[in-house]
């Protein structure tokens, strides 16, 4: 299970380094239900720097909030890599970000298949002008709460490494 401390360093190291570039944040989740925004917002100042975060659970909150197309839901599925960067993309274009992670996953204990398991979780982030990197995950058959808890540690990573490449 993620370490507390580990992300909250994450948080504030994430908002130092948006800080100095000028860097606003938004945040689109799905099986992590609004953890990283919640992570970020939990550090004073952080409206400096957060513009926003979208919970979309439902493939329709996926559709109207992010505009992620209803053919790339029905061909891949909200688990899917495709999915991942529709949703990041649309967090940046639906906001006044210039930096943006998704994260769409199976938390379980139920719902996954073969083909997409319990643990299994897509994440995508996007920087404006830097283009936009996806990465496939699979914790494993972890508890819930832990699946969720390493999928809050991973967004922060992504987003860190991404504010740190320089314009």
Same mark, same amino acid.
């Given at each position: ?12 190291? $994430?908002? &130092?380094?948006?800080?100095? *570039?000028?860097?606003? =944040? ?18 004073? +100042? #952080? ?12 493939? /329709? ?5 992010? +505009? ?9 599925? /909200? ?8 949703? @990041? *993309?649309?967090?940046?274009?639906? #906001?006044? !970000? &210039? =930096?943006?992670?998704?994260?769409? +996953?199976? !938390? ?10 319990? +643990? ?25 709460? @832990?699946?969720?808890? !390493?999928?809050?540690? *991973? @967004?922060?990573?992504? $987003?860190?490494?991404?504010? *740190?490449?320089?314009?």
């Amino acid at each position: 299970m993620a370490d507390h401390s580990d992300i909250h360093a994450l948080a504030e190291k $994430l908002l &130092d380094l948006c800080r100095a *570039q000028s860097l606003r =944040l938004a945040i689109a989740e799905s099986c992590t239900g609004g953890l990283v925004a919640g992570a970020i917002t939990a550090i004073p +100042g #952080s409206s400096d720097v957060f513009d926003r975060g979208f919970v979309t659970y439902s493939n /329709a909150a996926k559709e109207e909030m992010l +505009g992620v197309p209803a053919d790339v839901l029905e061909r891949f599925g /909200a688990v899917s890599a495709e999915t991942a960067r529709a949703m @990041a *993309q649309g967090a940046v274009h639906r #906001s006044f !970000a &210039d =930096l943006a992670v998704a994260v769409t +996953g199976v !938390a379980g204990p139920s719902g996954g298949s073969a083909e997409k398991p319990v +643990g299994l979780v897509h994440f995508a982030c996007l920087r404006k002008n830097h283009g936009i990197e996806h990465m496939e995950r699979r914790f494993g058959p972890l508890t819930r709460e @832990a699946i969720r808890e !390493a999928s809050v540690l *991973q @967004a922060l990573e992504m $987003l860190v490494a991404a504010a *740190q490449r320089r314009p």
